[in-house]
T-cell receptor, first 117, second 114 residues
Framework: AQKVTQAQTEISVVEKEDVTLDCVYE???????LFWYKQPPSGELVFLIR??????QNEISGRYSWNFQKSTSSFNFTITASQVVDSAVYFC??????????????FGGGTRVLVKP | DGGITQSPKYLFRKEGQNVTLSCEQN?????MYWYRQDPGQGLRLIYY???????QKGDIAEGYSVSREKKESFPLTVTSAQKNPTAFYLC?????????????FGQGTRLTVV
């Protein structure tokens, strides 16, 4: 079975501060994908980033960056120079390659980010 | 615009009633999913479907039923057997079978038992 843990339930920052969201996952599979989704107040989940288990290269995309470390089963996500519009709930999710099961996502509990002006 | 449409946005149900939540997508995706979200918690999978006329139970299927008669539609029925139906329900779809495909989500239906 898969498990995703987001230990931070809520983070509050002042605009322009950096925010790092922690994510720890558990799986026995060697092939898997990790995702970060954003849930704004409107409710829908918006896809942000994806990383597969064979690619530990950390990247930066605009104000977003992520740190994937298989040795510690962590997939942390950072928002640089936060803005008020970044206020949302952020979910880390895991998907393993199960035949005929498609993209079944296992979600963490989410971290609510509040960016104050 | 392409996307997933869920309706209604808010739904109220009396004790003992069945209610059906609608989910329609025009992304031409094969796979569709229903998730339940409770306050302060992550999403849990209720049912999913990889192809028309076929669907599988997720982690919390008890008290729910689905159908997949058309590729575009995947309605969820919350039956009276679901003891605690008050929650936020999200429908999603993805392009193809496979763990790496990103899922696209609707805006959700908030169900309240009155």
């Amino acid at each position: 079975a898969q498990k995703v843990t987001q230990a931070q339930t809520e983070i509050s920052v002042v605009e322009k501060e950096d925010v790092t969201l922690d994510c720890v996952y558990e799986t026995r599979d060697t092939t898997y994908y990790l995702f970060w989704y954003k849930q704004p107040p409107s409710g829908e989940l918006v896809f942000l980033i994806r990383r597969n288990s064979f690619d530990e290269q950390n990247e930066i995309s605009g104000r977003y960056s992520w740190n994937f470390q298989k040795s510690t089963s962590s997939f942390n996500f950072t928002i640089t120079a936060s803005q008020v519009v970044d206020s949302a709930v952020y979910f880390c999710a895991l998907s393993v390659l199960i035949k005929a099961a498609g993209n079944k996502l296992t979600f963490g509990g989410g971290t609510r980010v509040l960016v104050k002006p | 615009d392409g996307g997933i449409t869920q309706s209604p946005k808010y739904l109220f149900r009396k004790e003992g009633q069945n209610v059906t939540l609608s989910c329609e997508q025009n992304l031409n995706h094969d796979a569709m999913y229903w998730y339940r979200q409770d306050p302060g918690q992550g999403l849990r999978l209720i049912y999913y479907s990889q192809i028309v006329n076929d669907f599988q139970k997720g982690d919390i299927a008890e008290g729910y039923s689905v159908s997949r008669e058309k590729k575009e539609s995947f309605p969820l029925t919350v039956t009276s057997a679901q003891k605690n139906p008050t929650a936020f329900y999200l429908c999603a779809s993805s392009a193809r079978e496979g763990a790496g495909t990103e899922a696209f989500f609707g805006q959700g239906t908030r169900l309240t038992v009155v």
